[in-house]
C-alpha cells in the first residue's frame, strides 16, 4: 500500500466539512488496506504514531528536502523507517534521527511531506480523530460504530480491532472482552464551569475528590499485579506501593481504576510534578520510593474475582469498592441523591470547598446510575475545578506545522518582573481559533524584531489572556514556575503591557 493513498485520505478528510463525508472517506480508505497494516494506517489516521514518541522537534521538520515527483514509498517502508527513528539511542542519536527523517521526507512527494509533518509534529488537525476513525471502520465492515467503540475500549488499540475486524469480519469484535492483566481504555470525564452547572446535568450524584495524581489502572490477579498508566503503559515495577496495596486487599482477582499522589506529612498533596517524576523514574526505584512514597488511592472497581462490572451502575461498582478496599484506599466522596434538596446541594458545595482547601484541584461528579464507559468522554462523569486567568505578554511564536504551516503558533508567554522587565513562564499554542491565528501572525510580524528559523522575537507589547487550571514549579523557566495546561482566550489588545499581570500573580497560583 503506497503512502499516498493514506496522505490522500487526510487531504480528502482535512478537505471535508461534513462529518458523514469525512466517515465515508475513512471507510473507503480502511476498506482498502490489507489487515496486517491496519494498525499502522488507522493510527495514523488518527493522528498518531505506533510508536508513540520519536524524540524528533520541529526543526527537525522545518527545513524539508525538495518533493519527489512521483509516490513510491509504502505503508511498511515510512512505519519502518520511523520505528528506525524511534529506536535511536546514545550518543549522536539526534543527528541519525534528524538524517532518517530527512531521508524519508526527501522520498516524499509534497502532499506525503505535508501528511509526514503533521503526523510526527503531532498536527494532524483533521477532524478524523478516534471518534471519526471508529465510525469510519465500522461503516467499512457494515457493523454498528458502538460494537466497535466497545471493542476499542476493552482492547485497549484500535489498530488491533482495525485489523482484527478487517481480517475476520464483525464477528471479531467479540473476541475483546475486559480481562485481568490487559489494561482497558479509561472512562474520561467532560467539564462544567461550576458545581451547580454539573449537579443540573446529572441529577443524583456522587460529588468525589479530583486528586492531582497520576491515573492508574491496577490488574490483581492472586498475588500478581500488573499498573498501567491511562495510555496503557506498563509501569508495574515502578510502583511498589501500589503493588503491596493491591495484595492486601480482600479480593484473588480485580481491575480498580485510581490515581497514585504523593502527600505531605499533612495529608496535602506535594507539587503534581513531584508525583509525575517518581512515577516517570525507572532507575533506582527503590531509592525514590525511600524518598518520596506514594499513595494509591481508588475511585473504581472494573472487574473482581470473576465478575464484570462495566455495565453496572456507578453506586454498585462502588459498593464493591467498600466492600474490598479499606477506607483509606478510596476517594473521598459525598452523595447528593437529590441535587434540588437546598441542604445536599449546600452540603456538596461546602465538600467542594474543603476539597479545594485540602490542597486538591477540584471534584468529579459522577452519575449514580452510569456505568463505566471505558475510553469515552460522556457526559456521566463531569469535572470542575477552578479555571484562572493571567493576562501575559507574547515575547516570541513559532511557526506552525500541518494545518497552520505558515502561521504563528506557539506563544512564549512571559509576566512583569520586579524591575518591569518581561520574565517567561510558558508557552501555549491552544486555544487559538483559525481567526485568532491570522489576526495574531499579522500583529506578531509587525512586533518582530528578530527572525528565527522557528519563528519571531517581538517587543513585548501585546497582551494575550490565557486560562490556566495553575502553575508548578520549574527550573526551566525563570521566574521557577510554569503554567498548567495554558490556553489562549483572546488578545487584549485594549490593554497595555504594563497591565499585564506580574510575576507574583502567576506564584500566587501555585497551590
Known amino acids: 500500500m503506497l ?16 462529518r458523514s463525508a469525512k466517515v465515508a472517506a475513512l471507510a473507503a480508505a480502511l476498506r482498502a488496506t490489507a489487515p496486517p497494516l491496519a494498525p499502522v494506517v488507522a493510527t495514523w489516521l488518527s493522528g498518531r504514531l505506533p510508536q508513540r514518541r520519536l524524540g524528533v522537534g520541529w526543526r527537525a521538520l522545518a527545513d524539508a528536502p525538495p518533493p519527489a515527483a512521483t509516490a513510491t514509498l509504502t505503508v511498511e517502508a515510512t512505519d519502518a523507517t520511523l520505528g528506525a527513528v524511534a529506536r535511536e539511542a546514545g550518543t549522536g542519536a539526534g543527528a541519525r534521527r534528524r538524517a532518517l527523517v530527512r531521508g524519508l521526507l526527501a522520498s516524499a512527494t509534497e502532499e506525503e511531506q505535508g501528511f509526514l509533518t503533521a503526523l510526527i ?3 494532524l488537525r483533521q477532524g478524523a480523530l478516534d471518534a471519526l476513525v471508529v465510525e469510519g471502520l465500522a461503516s467499512a465492515v457494515a457493523t454498528p460504530p458502538e460494537a466497535v467503540r466497545r471493542a476499542v475500549m476493552l482492547g485497549g488499540s484500535l489498530g488491533a480491532v482495525a485489523e ?21 481504555l479509561p472512562m474520561l470525564a467532560s467539564g462544567a464551569r461550576t458545581l451547580a452547572e454539573a449537579l443540573e446535568k446529572l441529577g443524583p450524584c456522587a460529588v468525589e475528590e479530583k486528586l492531582d495524581g497520576i491515573r492508574v489502572q491496577v490488574h490483581r490477579d492472586g498475588e500478581r499485579v500488573r499498573i498501567y498508566t491511562r495510555t496503557l503503559e506498563e509501569i508495574t515495577e515502578r510502583l511498589p506501593e501500589v503493588r503491596r496495596a493491591a495484595r492486601e486487599l480482600a479480593v484473588e482477582s480485580a481491575v480498580l481504576d485510581g490515581e497514585v499522589i504523593a502527600l505531605d506529612a499533612d495529608g496535602r498533596p506535594r507539587p503534581f510534578q513531584e508525583t509525575a517524576g517518581r512515577v516517570g523514574s525507572r532507575l533506582d526505584v527503590a531509592g525514590a520510593h525511600a524518598a518520596l512514597p506514594l499513595s494509591p488511592v481508588f475511585f473504581d472497581l472494573l472487574a473482581v ?22 477506607d483509606e484506599r478510596r476517594v473521598r466522596r459525598r452523595l447528593v441523591e437529590d441535587p434540588g434538596d437546598p441542604e445536599q446541594r449546600a452540603a456538596a458545595e461546602a465538600f467542594t470547598r474543603e476539597t479545594l482547601a485540602r490542597g486538591h484541584e477540584g471534584v468529579l461528579v459522577k452519575a449514580l446510575d452510569a456505568p463505566y464507559s471505558a475510553g469515552r468522554r460522556g457526559a456521566a462523569w463531569v469535572k ?37 522587565e518581561p520574565v517567561m513562564v510558558g508557552k501555549t499554542f491552544k ?11 499579522e500583529r506578531l510580524r509587525a512586533l518582530a ?10 517587543r513585548p507589547e501585546l497582551v494575550v489572556e490565557v486560562a490556566v487550571d495553575g502553575v ?40
Open 3 to 18: 503512502l499516498a493513498e493514506v496522505a490522500g485520505t487526510w487531504r480528502r478528510v482535512a478537505a471535508t466539512a461534513g
Open 121 to 123: 509534529s503531532g498536527e
Open 164 to 184: 482484527a475486524v478487517l481480517a475476520r469480519g464483525p464477528a471479531a469484535l467479540g473476541e475483546f472482552r475486559l480481562r485481568v492483566g490487559s489494561p482497558v
Open 305 to 326: 474475582d470473576g465478575r464484570e462490572l462495566l455495565d453496572r451502575p456507578t453506586e454498585e461498582r462502588h459498593a464493591e469498592l467498600v466492600r474490598v478496599a479499606p
Open 384 to 420: 470542575v475545578k477552578p479555571v484562572y486567568t493571567l493576562d501575559l505578554l507574547v515575547l516570541a511564536a513559532e511557526w506552525g506545522h500541518g494545518r497552520r504551516a505558515g502561521l504563528l503558533s506557539n506563544l512564549h508567554l512571559g509576566a512583569r518582573g520586579e524591575d518591569g
Open 431 to 441: 486555544g487559538l481559533t483559525d481567526a485568532l491565528l491570522a489576526w495574531g501572525t
Open 449 to 458: 524584531v528578530a527572525e528565527e528559523p522557528w519563528g519571531v522575537r517581538v
Open 472 to 511: 508548578q514549579r520549574s527550573t526551566r523557566y525563570p521566574a521557577g514556575v510554569t503554567l498548567r495546561f495554558a490556553r489562549v482566550v483572546r488578545y487584549r489588545e485594549d490593554k497595555p503591557a504594563a497591565a499585564a499581570d506580574p510575576v507574583a500573580a502567576v506564584r500566587a497560583l501555585l497551590r
